[in-house]
C-alpha cells in the first residue's frame, strides 16, 4: 500500500525560513514534486526532482527553494527561505511510482506566512 506523508508546515515571518519533508513508501518512485494550493487558488506545481536528481522549479520559487532526495529513504525536502506572504499554501506531496507512472498525494501541510 503506497502512503505518502508531508510535514514541517508551521507559521514563519515573513523573510523566514521553513523546511517540509515528504516521505513515500510502499513502492519505488521516480518523480517526486511539491505542489501547493494557495486560498482561493488553483494547486500549482512548486518543485519536482527525478530518480537522477534533476530539479526543476516555479519561476515563482527560484532562488528560494530548494528541493532536495534522500533515495535510500524515498524522502524528498523542500528548503524554503526567504518565505513571503504569498507564499502561504498548503502544500502538497506528489509521489510517482517508478514502473507504472501512478501518482500519490499527500495531506497536505500548511505553511503560513504573517508577521
Known amino acids: 500500500q503506497v502512503q505518502v506523508v508531508e510535514s514541517g508546515g508551521g507559521l514563519v515571518q515573513p523573510g523566514g525560513s521553513l523546511r517540509l519533508s515528504c516521505v513515500a513508501s510502499?513502492?519505488?518512485?521516480?518523480?517526486m514534486s511539491w505542489y501547493r494550493q494557495g486560498p482561493g487558488k488553483q494547486r500549482e506545481l512548486v518543485a519536482t526532482?527525478?530518480?537522477?536528481?534533476?530539479?526543476n522549479y516555479v519561476d515563482a520559487v527560484k532562488g528560494r527553494f530548494t528541493i532536495s532526495r534522500d533515495k535510500t529513504t524515498n524522502t524528498i525536502y523542500l528548503q524554503m527561505n526567504s518565505l513571503q506572504p504569498e507564499d502561504t499554501a498548503v502544500y502538497f506531496c506528489?509521489?510517482?511510482?517508478?514502473?507504472?507512472?501512478?501518482?500519490?498525494w499527500g495531506q497536505g501541510t500548511q505553511v503560513t506566512v504573517s508577521s
Open positions: 510502499g513502492s519505488t518512485f521516480g518523480m
Open positions: 506528489n509521489a510517482k511510482t517508478y514502473i507504472s507512472n501512478r501518482a500519490y
Open positions: 526532482i527525478t530518480s537522477g536528481l534533476i530539479t
